[in-house]
């Protein structure tokens, strides 16, 4: 069990950046994945992006790929979700969520933050 706190979520212009943290409440073990989903009104929970709970094998839905960069501090135990040239399409609810193994498919994962709204206005 792990419990998860994200923060950072708020508006911002398009173009803008935000930086987005996920908090656990605990060491990740080694073979646990962090994952960054995404929900927008109307629309199903779409992956982002995921790491490697202690590092590495970092990838990115294609439509944040070049924008957006996964990372974590394992001192800390949080994972951040660094967004830049954001676009209103990006508007959307931020999660945080754990798996224990590396996929992309949400239903995989069994651990959720309560979420963290961006938006960006264009």
């Known amino acids: 069990q792990v419990q998860l706190v994200e923060s950072g979520g708020g508006s911002v212009q398009a173009g803008g950046s935000l930086r987005l943290s996920c908090a656990a409440s605990r060491r990740p073990y080694s073979r646990e994945v962090f994952g960054w989903f995404r929900q927008a009104p109307g629309k199903e929970r779409e992956f982002v992006a995921m790491?490697?709970?202690?590092?590495?094998?970092?990838f990115y839905a294609d439509s944040v790929k070049g924008r957006f960069t996964i990372s974590r501090d394992n001192p800390k135990n949080t994972v951040y979700l660094q967004m830049n040239s954001l676009k209103a399409e990006d508007t959307a609810v931020y999660y945080c969520a754990v798996a224990e193994r590396y996929e992309s498919d949400y239903r995989a994962y069994d651990y959720w933050g309560q979420g963290t709204q961006v938006t960006v206005a264009s």
């Open positions: 790491i490697r709970a202690r590092g590495g094998s970092e």
